[in-house]
């Protein structure tokens, strides 16, 4: 009898674990985009903000990750206001408090994986130089890997990555250099579900997301827009 009872239950705790795995379209729904690469996600009952700048800081992130300096994806009071306690900040870049994290890093934190990768200009290199070693990031938990490329041309790493939903910048004048470079980075990856960002402020355009979404919904690919703040 006892065995049979742990049997059941094990089966119970397997069927459990299996429903707590996410959709990758119940995952979008847990993402806020907040301008160019400045991201909330919950993933693994953790709050991560990636790159939080037009953010009024009055929830506290259980982890903050930083692609690089550029003052449009780091405000050192956005982050100081974001960090409490239990705050761990990951960054591409040295900074007392921070942790440096590096291309092929990762770290885990009870059920979320941060796993960094390049992040880098091919042609236009003086943006975001490869020696920099900044960062873009992989956040693997519930079943469902997020991709956020931070800022970056498409790059041959990329091929060598996969995920269920990418976040990639429209670019033209830092990063990517077309519309379409920023499609085949999404073929790349092999994302289910490809996210536009990186537009609307200094570089790309809504008609170049609503382009994005259309090429690569030509493809078979889902693409979608995260709603977008209010000005």
């Known amino acids: 009898m006892k065995i049979r009872t742990y049997i059941v239950l094990g089966v119970l705790a397997g069927v459990a674990s299996v429903a707590a795995a996410l959709t990758p ?23 991560v903000y990636i790159d939080p700048t037009w953010v009024d800081g009055s929830e506290k992130a ?3 990750l930083l692609t690089h ?25 040295d900074r007392e408090g921070y942790v440096r994290i590096k291309p092929g890093d990762k770290r885990t934190f009870d059920g979320l994986t941060i796993e960094a ?26 079943g469902v890997r997020i991709y956020d490329a ?3 041309e498409r790059i041959p790493e990329m091929k060598s990555i996969t995920c269920d939903i990418a976040l990639l910048p429209l670019g033209q ?27 609307g402020l200094y570089e ?5 997301a609503d382009a994005f979404i259309a090429a690569l919904a030509a493809k078979g690919v889902k693409a979608q827009r995260l709603p977008s703040p209010p000005k």
């Open 173 to 199: 004048t830092y990063t990517m250099t077309s519309v379409d470079e920023a499609v085949q980075a999404a073929l790349d990856v092999k994302a289910k579900i490809a996210i536009p960002v990186h537009f």
């Open 150 to 152: 931070g800022d970056t």
């Open 62 to 64: 259980d982890i903050v």
């Open 25 to 47: 379209e119940e995952a979008v729904k847990r993402m806020d985009w907040n301008y160019q690469n400045s991201l909330r996600i919950k993933l693994a009952d953790k709050i």
């Open 204 to 208: 790309g355009t809504n008609a170049d």
């Open 117 to 142: 990768v390049p992040a880098y200009n091919i042609k236009k290199t003086s943006n975001h130089p490869q020696a920099n070693q900044w960062c873009g990031f992989i956040l693997s938990g519930e």
């Open 69 to 93: 300096t550029h003052g449009d994806h780091f405000k050192a009071d956005v982050v100081q206001k974001l960090t409490g306690p239990q705050t761990t900040v990951l960054a591409a870049f």
